[in-house]
Structures are given as C-alpha cells and as structure tokens.
C-alpha cells in the first residue's frame, strides 16, 4: 500500500501534502450516463414531470456538487475552483452528462468532475423516480485532465 500517495507506510489513510507542488491550470472532464425509457427522456426533455424541469436542475446541482466535493470525499484537498460547465443532455433512452472542472492549484480538479457528474444524475434520478424507479445511474468516469505534474491525459475509449 506504500505507493499509493493517501496511505502512510503503516497503512492509515491521510491528506496528501501538496505545498511543494507548483500551482498550475488543471482541468479535468468527466461523463456519465442516465438510462431511463424513451417516453422518460421525453419529459425530461418537455419539463413535465412532477418535480419540474430536470435538465437546469441538474445542472445547477452539478456545479454545487463540485464545489462541495471535499465535505463529500474525506481526503480531497479543497480548491479553488474557477469554472465549472455541466452540460445534461436528454436523448433516445439516456440522459448524457458531462462536467468539466477547471482551477489554477496544487493538485488535480478529477475527483470535482466526478462528483459533479454523480450530483447532476442523482438529481436527475430524483425528479425521475415518481415515473422510473428503474433509471440506472452508470459508465461515470474521468475522460481528460490536464495540467500538473503528470500532464494532460484522454481516455482511449472517451
């Protein structure tokens, strides 16, 4: 467990200190996907559902995501983020999401970008769930990032 950098040698978990780092623009973009029935996309597309319109709702709650990701997750530094751009776009059978995450900091905005695409189709699923309680939240991952020591970096099959 020694060389992954949230672990110390004897195993606990602890935040990585990256006050040595140069601080440098970091983006990072992450996808997911909502599958749902056509005649649920449809609505969602519409707004007519009970809760009212999804697509602006889930936008706005992937960007809140984003910003609170370390209260989310334990060992995120929190960053000064300075633009986040959450697209939802219903279509066919799926609701396609992508966040992308952008600061000028000491360590990566990845973890940001996830959490935004996670928040924005959880918020989706609740506005769903009265119609579809078999909508499946699924394929959420990081498909670029750059900036950093490790340098920019695209999924193969994004």
Known sequence: MTDLSHYRADGAAHMVDVSAKDV???EATAVGVLRTRPDVVARIASGDLPKGEAVATARVA????????PD?????????????????????????????VRTRGRTGVEME????????????????????REAVLTDV??????GGRSGDWTREDA
Do not use: N, Q
């Open 72 to 100: 989310l997750v334990p060992l995120c530094h929190p960053l000064p983020i300075t633009g986040v751009d959450v697209d939802v776009v219903p279509h066919d059978d799926v609701v396609d999401i992508t966040a992308t």
């Open 113 to 132: 970008a996830l959490t935004a695409v996670t928040v924005a189709g959880l918020t989706v699923y609740d506005m769903i769930k009265a119609v579809d």
């Open 24 to 26: 440098t623009a970091r």
């Open 62 to 69: 992937g960007i809140l995501g984003a910003k609170r990701t």
């Open 141 to 146: 991952r990081v498909v670029a990032k750059s």
